[in-house]
């Protein structure tokens, strides 16, 4: 969901040594959102249309294969795939019913559990990844040059 900005362009300037006026800063902003949101669109639309489950799920999925054996709790995951602890759950419900995660105990806290992905879950992970990547390059990678993707990458590297 795309917030709306509001800005009193005369009561708030921006004290930066490159003096941006906010009106640029703010256009940009919200042109950000909504490539993001656009580009994710995308990719939700191609693994609909193969038939496979939902963007977010990969995410997770991902998350958990690179963890291996081990497995990662709840806190874990949700920080390495910055999704909200409401959302993650939910989502690890969701999940746990497809067979695609298992919750383990915890050895180090018995109240706690540990998130660890099945085969099954490898597997659709695997199915996933050609639409995802297909989307990556149809709906961005096509639309810019080496350049273009360096320069970038730097800029969003100044935001991270």
């Known amino acids: 969901m795309l917030m709306q900005l509001h800005i009193n362009v005369k009561c708030n300037r921006m004290a930066d040594r490159n003096e941006i006026p906010p009106e640029t800063t703010v256009f940009a902003w919200a042109r950000l959102l909504r490539v993001s949101q656009s580009l994710l669109s995308a990719v939700e ?17 991902l998350e958990l294969h690179r963890a291996g054996r081990r497995g ?4 874990e995951l949700q920080d390495a795939t910055l999704l909200a602890q409401y959302n993650l759950s939910r989502l690890a419900e969701r999940l746990l019913n497809a067979g695609y995660i298992e919750r383990l105990p915890c050895p180090e806290d018995r109240r ?14 695997r199915k996933m990844w050609p639409v995802y990547r297909a989307a990556i390059a149809d709906h961005f990678a096509a639309k810019l040059d080496e350049d273009d993707i360096r320069r970038l990458t730097a800029i969003l590297g100044k935001l991270a």
Request: glycine share 8%; charged share 25%; hydrophobic share 40%.
């Open 45 to 61: 639309t191609a693994l609909k249309a193969a038939g496979l489950p939902p963007f977010d799920w990969y995410d997770v999925l």
């Open 72 to 75: 990662l709790r709840p806190y």
């Open 112 to 125: 706690g559990h540990i998130l660890r992905i099945t085969s099954d879950g490898r597997q659709v992970r």
